[in-house]
């Protein structure tokens, strides 16, 4: 008996020490999770939590040559390689890329879905980000939230029993401007936030250089270093980070450069200056408030 008493305690206890999570990114199209939340993604899959990345956008607006219907399939490819890179399951809903709306139809869509995945955390974007797509998720996210917890709303789909955790996404906009509740280094996986971009290659190599005048070189040393930007080195000065131009490591630099007074509150002065690369992340009033081991457990790395 007490050999069965003592079994049973160590079983719970590994159970305890085994949390798994369930983080769900929600983007408006395929390549924000990436840019986003792509560092945290991989801490937290090695973790051994559970991440899903939803694009609510079907693909078909980023390209300025190719028609939509073969920028869809060309970026359904590009997010299936991310999906196999990082071992995850990425969703990608059939709205028109630029036709995103917060309308009722598409928020009992999303409560249907997240309720059925049942996440722990939501990454969203936040309500004044500068894309009208973006600001439509936001807001499906917002009007999604309370009610994922109703019975009566989309009775078919079992409600959740308590409110995920809800975080933003970083971003430029500034009134009001983001402010960072969980800032956490991604030095040890920014080569791998480099490759999700690269796997985006219509989009990294293609259209977003052209909305920046830009063209991306020929040849595959040449792209990857074109998609890094500026070399960011222990010696490179926050002010050079911002000033740095175009190029994925700067932009990931940037979010450090940014934020560096909470990643030195978070990792002391030593760590805090040292940091090169960052993601940053704004706890959202909509979503279930967490406590300490929530947040240690994802964003204490
Ligand atoms: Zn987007």
């Known amino acids: ?52 990345f939803l694009s609510m956008c079907d693909g078909g607006g980023g390209h300025h040559i190719m028609t939509a219907a073969e920028t869809r399939a060309r970026r359904a490819r590009e997010s299936a390689a991310v999906a196999e890179y990082l071992g995850i399951r990425y969703d990608i809903w059939d709205i028109e890329d630029c036709n995103l709306v917060a309308d009722l139809e598409t928020r009992k869509r999303l409560i249907c879905y997240v309720r059925e995945f049942c996440p722990d955390l939501i990454i969203a974007h936040r309500l004044n980000d500068y894309h009208a797509d973006h600001r439509a998720a936001a807001q499906l996210v917002a009007d999604a939230s309370y009610l994922l917890t109703v019975p009566n709303l989309c009775p078919d789909t079992p409600a959740m029993r308590r409110l995920p955790v809800i975080v933003y996404n970083e971003d430029k906009t500034k009134n009001p401007e983001f402010s960072a509740t969980y800032v956490v280094s991604i030095d040890d996986e920014v080569e791998t936030k480099l490759h999700l971009c690269h796997l985006n290659e219509s989009q990294v190599y293609e259209w977003l250089p052209y909305t920046y005048e830009l063209t991306a070189p020929e040849g595959e040393a040449e792209r990857r270093a074109f998609l890094k ?36 509150e978070k990792y002391g002065e030593e760590k805090g200056k040292s940091v090169r690369y960052a993601e940053a992340f704004e706890l959202c009033e909509y979503g279930r408030q967490p406590d300490e081991a929530f947040v240690k457990e994802l964003f204490g790395f």
Do not use: C
């Not at 999770?33 to 899959?45: D, H, L, T």
């Open 1 to 52: 008996m007490i050999l069965l008493y003592n079994k049973i305690k160590i079983m719970s206890i590994a159970i305890m020490e085994d949390i798994i999570m369930k983080i769900l990114a929600i983007g408006a199209h395929q390549d924000d999770n990436e840019f986003r939340v792509g560092g945290m993604a991989s801490k937290w899959i090695k973790a051994g939590h559970e991440v899903r």
């Open 229 to 264: 930007g500026m070399e960011i080195t222990p010696g490179t000065t926050d002010e050079e980070i911002m000033a740095g131009g175009y190029g994925y490591s700067v932009r990931f630099a940037r979010t450090a450069a940014r934020f560096r007074r909470e990643l030195i």
